[in-house]
């Protein structure tokens, strides 16, 4: 199992940005690709869930009307859509996965049990 996240970069407050997740070595049909970020000083925070066998998605309540989760199924990509980014965005963020569907996503805390975990990558929200 391997993940690999990308898109990451500088963006300006009220900005758009879009992360991908390369999945390789496993069906994503059977699994849940999560993202996860961490801010300096705080604690990992799921922000969103997406259940491969049918592409749909939770999310975190504070961030479920900016985020968007979903996926490529010929290329075997998870993206976040990001919008109305701000600095309380800026984090790593990690794409995880886990067998089977989603749990909830709650704010504040990581709640799936993701087993496999991808490098994270950089985004910061500043002016």
């Known amino acids: 199992v391997q993940l690999q996240a990308s898109g990451g970069g500088f963006v300006q407050p009220g900005g758009s940005l879009t992360l991908s997740c390369q999945a390789s070595g496993f069906n994503l049909d059977y699994y849940s690709i999560g993202w996860v970020r961490q801010a300096p000083g705080k604690q990992r925070e799921e922000v969103s869930c997406l259940t491969g066998a049918d592409g749909s998605g939770v999310y975190s309540k504070s961030m479920k009307d900016r985020f968007t989760t979903s996926r490529d199924n010929v290329n075997n990509t998870v993206y976040l859509r990001m919008n109305s980014l701000d600095a309380a965005d800026t984090a790593v963020y990690y794409c995880?996965?886990?067998?089977?569907?989603?749990?909830?996503?709650?704010?504040?805390?990581?709640?799936?049990?993701?087993?496999?975990w991808g490098q994270g990558t950089q985004v910061t929200v500043s002016s």
């Open positions: 995880a996965t886990r067998r089977g569907r989603c749990l909830g996503v709650f704010v504040g805390r990581v709640n799936n049990d993701y087993d496999h």
